[in-house]
């Protein structure tokens, strides 16, 4: 299975030890993007993975693809333009304080390249699994025609398609992002998190309504069943997420495939670094639906696992190795290994 | 609202990582002091913030100046003199391992200097609020003659003054701390702390017999009428701390206003930075209560807030936003803000 | 006397310990710009100095005021509004590895603000000094109106102008440069370099022709009356730098007040951080001419002492004391004080 | 009371910040081993405390010799010899990742010098107490003949000797170590930890049959009394470890001297490092048998407290004082000293 | 040009800021060996390149491939063993101090290897040129047999084979090495650096003989004919190393192609990081002789600024780019660039 | 020869990387003191060496202690205190840049303490070599009368007394220095450094007069003449140095012994620390006077590579073996050694 991640990667810029933006000296220096995320963390379980990107075409933009290609993620898809890198400053949140993300993306090179003239075709047609998010259409129109073609493009050459919507509120109005992305999702074949999209009673009535932050299982089985009714998906996932402190959370997961629905163990954590959590769990989700050897119980429990051990490593990614979640997975001890 | 804090500013030096000071090879600086701690968190609040003291005329003294200036605290009144800066070791406790602080303040510039020739009147008449701690006075001699005078000419140009006692035992006994203290009081209207003054009852008794660390809203209650009634307070307040561990507290409060007694929510956190956790504390109270919007309520729970998120923070001071306090003062999210 | 600067203030961020960008994982953050670096320099000289700038409503724009006012910088004119915070990335030269610069400045904040309702009259008022660099025209459009009213207010409410024309190849050709930074030398007292500006005998030939990088004496005073004749200044001047590798410089200047020329003395230096150095030569010139007692000789020296101590201090400016720089224009000894 | 313990000294290599070995580009440098760190931490307990080994006779060797010193062990006895230090990688765990170790201690000095001339007698003469662990015979055959030596010389000058069987699987097989390790029990006095060592019933099956890693007390009271009847031991100890995540677990131990068993508190501990957790028993049931005034519950819950107080310090080894795990013993605060 | 290279990479461990191995505390982790270095300063002037070598099946060996990726060097052909990974510990010399090195190398996985089973034609017939150093017979007896096997595989390949003879008198003595190593020679083509091999005269006399680290044109034009009629080179090349101080040397270098001899240009410079110097001499000439388009004449001025360049750069490696070489070849500013 | 020092010791706290104590925010801590500084070099030398000081009973002078035995220095001689430890800021220089110290040694535990009951016949009787300086009689009245028992007593006892004068005035003037420390010259038999003593002529006037910073060999004979004269000296040493900039000095000596001056070599360096460059050569000097088999000629330049090998160390003291500073002695290369 030879899998591809689109999306944009910036530069992540966070003080060390916990400082605050408005004191530190120091930034230590990462590269995220929910995209990149989930092929970095892909690269490090063994998949063969790629990433397309484009990127400025200077010692900045070369530190970026240094870091993917030392993660073991393949980069000769990647553009190398004019422009500028996004980057976001993250103060790490601990205890009562929140993790914060300052946002300094505009104008960056991935999202003002003019990709009409990139042949999706070609590029998509080595890989069998293409990973997008609801992220890139929110950046730019010329984004949003690359999502349009390259999603396009995967249906036709039959690639697995898997979709994580990730609404990002200072990017986009959630119902523009609901109209946008549910356009997609006729394109998706592994659906992971289910806002913002349309979903449709005979009534016209969104089906989520009242659907919480803590949904029960029947719940979420209707809301599953009424997506896969109107879109077809092989596989839909849906994180909750507990949120004791900054620096303490649990995490479960909801799964449905081939017309089941099922509710993966919680397992609460201390968080190291909150960012990229989501990513790995889209990231062992993925990892686990390419495996033939692994239950839909195992699939739930892997990728929920895979996103508690993410909060564990500094940087945006899960960069361990699948006997380490499976560990987790299994409970085996937390004690010091020799 | 203008306010003064007048005290002693000490040097602090932490080595980094929980290292202990017999092993470490680099220290951390920052700077401290009970008073200016209330300043700079009052400054971040927002509010129109000066400090007055006494500073050595070197680059030492100079970078402390730097410091409160890049908190937009006012320096303007701060005396440059011969000596030295106070200094302070400060050994962060984590787990079972308590912080440890070692004083090294003697003979310092503040100590020392003869404050016989500054006219606080005319310094004070440019302010609406002094705040003062017990800790000055115990330093010298001179120190005692400079509280003294400051407290007459704040109450005869009719300032708010707060005052935190704030006994430590290293500096001087109890029995003169409680003394020394108590003729202060008919000078102050908000009273941060009970310990250590005199409130007798009638029959020469105190009234504070048998007050725990942990006690009863009825005794609290009690004590905080006899405190009013013999030196009439527009205010006072006390925390109660639940140490369960170095690095894992709970944090509530008592306040008394307007002849009623109010009761804080109890807040448990992680901590990463213990100390200046209690004057964090003073400056969300003096906060709150410069505000005209904030009931008795809000007042007492915005105080524990802004003490409770200050030892989340590295340094002695709380150096977030109004905002972020009442984030956790309402129970808000403490996941990742994008 | 009031300084005040206009110009762009930008995060620098650059690796540690002579690390290369492509390889780094941590980032030194400071902040930087040429008009900035002499608002910083000359604070730390003693004088009263503000600075005019736009910065993001953030804790990004919020660490950069707080950088300004740790040095004794007035802040309250800065302008906070939307958008993001120019950046640039330094990767430090040694050896014969010369100093990189990576620009990321562009749409930010000070660059797209519109500066039709600022009122500079109101603003300029207050001061007697104003100094202007010729990079802020080159960054937008926007930008060249807010020079252009600027020096005209300061021109009309009698305040000394000092001009850098500082060309940067990286935003604008030198043609278009020239044409524009030359319509601004009627407002200019004092002109801190000669290029790229427009100096034309009388049959239309430029009057720089054939003055190379170390010009002879008579060269530069041939020059200077030159520019003196067309544009009327109170004082000019010009360093020469000999760039002996990435770590080891020599530096001169050439100045000219009230018809006549003068050299400075040559110093060799070795270097800690390269840039920065032509501003603080400009806050060198400026202190000196601010000052009553100061001869054209050691205007000039101290100067280029200024100049040359800045290369000694890490970050963009010269944080050190008139005695400092005094006694290395003075050739005192360079051996440890105690 | 002159202690003496001999075994290999390790560098120790751990990332900072919780990196993990895959991504870090710094290594924190220490030193440890099961046995040094037993000196390490009596001799900051104020016991006169030796350490023997064979370090290699470079800068390497005398790094590690210096950490010893300054640790107020006495090096007279070590050998400097040929060869290789021993390294030790160690990833620290924290939250749901555990820590791991990487061994790199293969023909280290210390395990391949010939000890054939060292006159053990003569060494140990000098001293009363000898502390050895199970791991230097698993390390070669003339460490395996070093352990003969010593404990026989130990035996006929009449030292206490205590031994920590420590089976580490990386080095021998569970078996073989049981069999070997078992030889030595006749010399020994305390025992530290009952795995791998050979107890059997009358009938030829092993006590320990059934024995879980939370035993009850009646168990532990019945194995305990076994070994006791087939060795003849001064004093038996074992912990038992509660591992709730990698930075959270609990303690506890149970104690056997003069024919009765005795259980301590369990604490339940934040962990800061991971290593030497288990030495730190050690060193605090030794110092504690070696008191005249600590009583059996005493001794047990003072090893405990050693034990648990390591976990908060970085580095191997328990370098606090005996009134700090005093405190910890006898529940006092963990606020903040001043 | 596809280029691989065959040899032993170490993990380099070396104390930060100049500080001495016997009081560091902390270690910077870089990897290098003589011919991987040759190899990623290859792959940063943009060659195909790929290095052979066996690392350790672990987190360790993981992160030297790591490394090696991120330097867009491929990794496919490097065998994951049992064993450990060599080490170096390098103080970095400074001024009167020299650099350092001590070794930890012995029995690494690249030593203890059994080549026999290797097929090195079929990997080599992929690549167009080998480079293979003399450290690595000096390993083991394998490692002698490994280099046996490649160089006859690439002649018979028709590879063009570069070789450095690198005597290292700590892995052998001076007559062994120029034994084994003059065997290599008839399978050479590029020779970097004479010694230590066998150049007779026909009286049996050493050609070498009175050849002095500084030789004359003459002498080195003699003995390059000499090599060149007895063993039939391409091309040879020796530099000369002028230390005039722990930080501060010169360089220049004789080349010697079609039966001319030719001298470059001297450089004096200053040194970051003197380990890899000759390394980035060998990867300067043959990026330079792959070229088309460079006379003999710039192929050694290249070179010898490659290697000046690397002394500027922390790391065994010159990860410049080939315009960077370029500007300090032919004489371009030192000064900033912007 | 068993050799101590009497002196005070201080807690060296410097910004690293060359930053500015007004800037900085971490200080690098490090131990120093003329005489210990001396002690420290000459046990890293291999002397059998021990310092007697007075330090606070905390752990930052359990700290102090360690440094001292990590150096193999014995410390059972210092006496642990009430009171605090000096301190030394240390802006380290660099380029034009002097270093700059600032001094906050008063009222320490040295100053204070009252030596009337130290028996230094009893201390001393078991050593062969004291060291002595200048800077103890100016801390205080007490410390006065600890020189005045210590040299009498050595004296008595027959040690070979070494004597600094060190003058530093910002501890007391030249005049009373002068007058104090001639006093103690008839006790001393090593004079290092001639200033600030009495040496007059018969007609009362300064032998010195004229003696310049850099004198010629016939004035420097003519003073040691002078000296010998008048106080009968074993030996006597003087160094000059040339401080060409903060970061580049160069330093010879010269040497009278047994009635003849000698003159070293001039070495030139580059500067990694200026402090204790002084005491290096002290240390330098007194080990080579210990040897039987040292030239005068030896001796001295001995104790000037000793000095210059110092400036290439970061600390206080010079902690490489007598090899390394007889290669630099011997001119032997710079070039990394393997």
């Known amino acids: 299975m030879k899998f591809i991640a689109i999306g944009e990667l910036m530069l992540r810029l966070s003080p060390p030890n916990y400082e605050k933006i408005v004191s530190t000296h120091n930034y230590i220096a990462n590269y995220g993007g929910a995209e990149s995320n989930v092929a970095v963390s892909l690269a490090n379980l063994g998949v063969d993975s790629t990433f397309f990107t484009v990127l400025p075409n200077s010692d900045i933009g070369k530190s970026a693809i240094n870091y993917l290609k030392s993660n073991d993620v393949h980069t000769k898809e990647i553009i190398k333009s004019e422009g500028r890198m996004g980057i976001y400053f993250l103060e790490e ?20 390249y003019d990709y009409k003239d990139v042949d999706f075709e070609k590029i998509l047609k080595e890989y069998d699994w293409l990973h997008l998010s609801g992220i890139t259409p929110a950046l730019s129109y010329n984004c949003r025609k690359l999502i349009d073609k390259a999603v396009k493009a995967a249906k036709k050459l039959g690639l697995t398609v898997s979709f994580d919507p990730n609404f990002r509120s200072s990017l986009w109005s959630f119902s523009t992002a609901r109209d946008v992305l549910s356009k997609y999702l006729q394109y998706v074949d592994v659906l992971i998190g289910i806002e913002p999209i349309h979903v449709y009673r005979e009534d016209g009535t969104d089906v989520k309504d009242g659907l919480t932050m803590d949904p029960s299982f029947k719940d979420m089985d209707r809301v599953f069943r009424a997506i896969d009714k109107q879109y077809h998906m092989k596989a839909i996932a849906r994180t909750v997420r507990y949120v004791h402190s900054g620096s303490n959370n649990s995490l479960k997961a909801f799964f449905y495939a081939d017309g089941e629905t099922y509710e993966s163990k919680t397992i609460n954590f201390e968080i190291v670094d909150r960012v990229g959590g989501g990513d790995a769990f889209s990231s062992g989700l993925i990892y686990a ?50």
């Not at 033939?292 to 929920?304: G, H, K, L, R």
């Not at 696992?305 to 564990?312: G, R, Y």
């Not at 960069?319 to 299994?330: C, G, H, P």
């Open 289 to 338: 639906l390419m495996q033939d050897d692994m239950s839909a119980e195992d699939t739930v429990n892997f990728a929920v696992a895979s996103s508690v051990m993410k909060h564990a490593i500094r940087g945006d990614t899960n960069i361990t190795s699948v006997d380490q979640i499976k560990r987790l997975m299994n409970n085996a001890s937390f004690d010091v290994l020799r």
């Open 93 to 112: 949140g601990v205890s009562v304080r929140p993790s914060q993300v300052i946002y300094d993306r505009g104008s960056s090179a991935f999202a003002e």
